[in-house]
Structure formats: structure tokens, C-alpha cells
């Protein structure tokens, strides 16, 4: 059983290989990387300037070395325009590699924001942003045909015929770089120095860039557009105590996915704000394809299929914020996997220097 399934993940790749529908990166702790997650979360700081770095393992338990690894790291900044509103700007950079065949991609970002206040006053006020990033990204493929394994060639019973046909046509193009672009909404209202929310949308890969490996002029295979919505915030339920909800939202073509749940946050620091610790639990569904049970039917598509527990832990200290989360994996793959889906790491770091205008924004 085991072996079918890990058979099963290297058809996976060969899909993913073909570009037929490109899977974007995300992370658990979303939260924790603003610039992936939504432009118009460029710049929304209590400080000047922020930077993060990401890493996350996935699927160590079924595919070894050859499991997925992304790593992103991002700079921005936050400029002030008038009295109250602001511009933000950025820049980051990610990668990731999978599978025996290094499917992999690496993108550099661009990102703009403009935060216009909306009404309230410095400790209580409401802001809408705008934002959106220009990207340049690379996609990239091993080349030693050895290293190959496409659909058509797993016989159905965990083993591989290497001399069975490719499903395609002509030569691939194993390395190549298209044009990605981004647009996003954000509304933040803060409460007071302690409590405060946000909601916001984004729209990835407007262009619908074209990532097909094949070099014919006439095979097309666009990445879709895809939607996120999330939501989240602070509010304290007793002095130096807080939850911090949230949940993320991803809607691509026939996929979704789902990540929500809550950290617990305790403030040690004297000031309230210097030092702090989290610890959450987070699920996440997606939709799952079935295949089809009889020759000549359809396969469906499983809303709130169950993926994964996820695990929490933060600390902030000073101006520095240190993230864990590990994915307990529950859906069908488990059997393969051992319950082990990914781990991930994130920090950040704020610069603040002096803020005479100080908004109290969320902290991501």
C-alpha cells in the first residue's frame, strides 16, 4: 500500500512537471509572511522597515530527499505621505525544488502598497490599502531523462515501464522565465494599542503567464489566476493575555484550500510589548479528486476533505519574532507519510528607529 502511494505522488509530479495546473508555494504560517501572502501587506508595520525569511519542509516521510523545500525571504518598508497615510514598498525573494526531477522555481518580487486612513484617530483608526507587485520568475526542470517518470508509464501496481510513450508531443524547455503580477485589498482597524482586525483579498497571476515545459508555439498552459481571501487580528481577553485568530483562503481553478485556527498569546515583557510567546493550533481542508470508478465517467472533486493538524509556536522578543509550526498530516497520504507532513521556521525582524505617528498596526 505504502509503495502504490508513493507511486501515486511521483504521477503527482509528472502533472505538475507538464504544467497543466501549476501549484503555487504556500506556508502554514502565512501570518508570518505578509509579502506572499497579499501586495497590501507591504509596509502595514508598527516599525519602518521589516525583514522575513520562510523555510518549509513538506513530505519528507514519503519522498525522502527528493521532498519539497521552499525558502523566501522579503524586505520592506513603510514611507509616510502627508499625516497619516502611508506608501509601502518591498522586495523579496523565493524558491522551491521537489521531487526526483527538481521541478523547481524561483521568483523575485517587486511590491507597492498605499495605506489611506479612513477615519478614527491615532490609537483607534481604520485604513484601507492597495497594493500590487511585478514579478519575474524562473522555471526550471532536471533534464536527465533517466530521472523521468511520467504518468503514462506507471503500470497501475507501484512499478514503472520506461519504455512506454511520454504523453506528449516534441522537445521540452527545461529552463525558462515568464512575467507574474499581483493585486491586493487590505482593511485594518485598530481598536487601541491591544486589539485590532484585518481582512483582505488578493488576485496572484493576473497575466495568466504561460509555464509550459513543451517548446511548440501552439501548446499553451497557463497558471491560474488565483484568489486569497484571509482574516485575523488581536484581542486581549485578560491584561497580557490574547488570542490571535486567523484563516486563509486559496481558491485556484478546481483547487481550494483552507487554513484557520488561533494563537494564544502571553505577554512577559514589563512594557507588554517587548516580549511575548504564542502557541495555536491551526486546520487545514482542501478538496480532493477522485478518481473515476468506471471506464468512461468523470471523476469528482471532495469539498472538506481533511489535510492537516497544525502546531504553533512564537516568540518575540525586542524587535526580533521567531515562528514554528509542524504539519500533522490526516488525510489518506498518512498511510505513506506517518502522520508527517512539513515543518516550517520563520523570522522576523523590525527596524524601527523613530515613529512619531506610531498606528498600532497588526503584527504579522
Not at 481550494?256 to 516580549?275: A, H, I, K, P, Y
Not at 491551526?282 to 471532495?302: K, L
Amino acid at each position: 500500500m505504502i509503495h502504490s502511494l508513493k507511486g501515486y505522488v511521483v504521477i503527482l509530479f509528472a502533472f505538475i512537471a507538464l504544467g497543466t495546473q501549476a501549484q503555487d508555494i504556500h506556508f502554514s504560517q502565512f501570518y508570518m509572511s505578509p509579502l506572499n501572502t497579499n501586495p497590501a501587506l507591504t509596509g502595514v508595520m508598527n516599525c519602518n522597515t521589516r525583514l522575513v525569511a520562510n523555510y518549509r519542509n513538506q513530505w519528507a516521510g514519503v519522498l525522502g530527499a527528493n521532498a519539497y523545500n521552499t525558502y523566501s525571504v522579503s524586505y520592506d518598508q513603510k514611507v509616510s505621505v502627508g499625516r497619516t497615510d502611508y506608501f509601502g514598498i518591498g522586495g523579496s525573494l523565493w524558491s522551491d525544488v521537489a521531487g526526483s526531477l527538481d521541478f523547481g522555481r524561483t521568483q523575485g518580487r517587486l511590491s507597492f502598497s498605499y495605506s489611506k486612513k479612513m477615519g478614527g484617530y491615532r490609537d483607534r483608526s481604520h485604513y484601507l490599502v492597495v497594493g500590487a507587485d511585478a514579478a519575474i520568475s524562473q522555471q526550471r526542470l532536471n533534464s536527465d531523462t533517466d530521472a523521468q517518470i511520467w504518468s503514462t508509464q506507471h503500470d497501475g501496481n507501484g512499478g514503472v515501464d520506461p519504455t512506454a510513450a511520454i504523453p506528449f508531443d516534441g522537445l521540452l524547455d527545461y529552463d525558462f522565465i515568464y512575467a507574474d503580477i499581483a493585486v491586493g485589498l487590505l482593511w485594518f482597524s485598530v481598536l487601541d494599542k491591544y486589539n485590532n482586525f484585518y481582512a483582505g483579498a488578493a488576485i496572484h497571476h493576473v497575466n495568466q503567464p504561460n509555464i509550459t515545459f513543451q517548446t511548440s508555439s501552439s501548446v499553451i498552459e497557463s497558471i491560474n489566476q488565483r484568489i486569497t481571501l484571509h482574516a485575523g487580528g488581536q484581542f486581549e481577553v485578560a491584561p497580557g493575555i490574547a488570542v490571535v485568530p486567523g484563516f486563509v483562503f486559496f481558491k485556484q481553478a478546481s483547487q481550494v484550500e483552507l487554513n484557520l485556527g488561533t494563537n494564544l498569546r502571553f505577554d512577559v515583557g514589563s512594557s507588554r510589548d517587548d516580549q511575548s510567546w504564542q502557541v495555536g493550533a491551526w486546520y487545514r481542508v482542501a478538496n480532493q479528486f477522485r478518481e473515476p470508478t468506471a471506464a468512461g465517467a468523470e471523476g469528482t472533486i471532495d469539498f472538506f476533505h481533511s489535510d492537516a493538524v497544525i502546531v504553533t509556536a512564537r516568540f518575540d522578543y525586542d524587535n526580533f519574532g521567531l515562528g514554528f509550526s509542524y504539519d500533522w498530516n490526516v488525510s489518506g497520504l498518512k498511510a505513506a507519510a506517518a502522520g508527517n507532513g512539513a515543518f516550517e521556521f520563520s523570522l522576523n525582524y523590525y527596524i524601527c528607529g523613530p515613529e512619531k505617528r506610531a498606528v498600532y498596526c497588526p503584527r504579522f
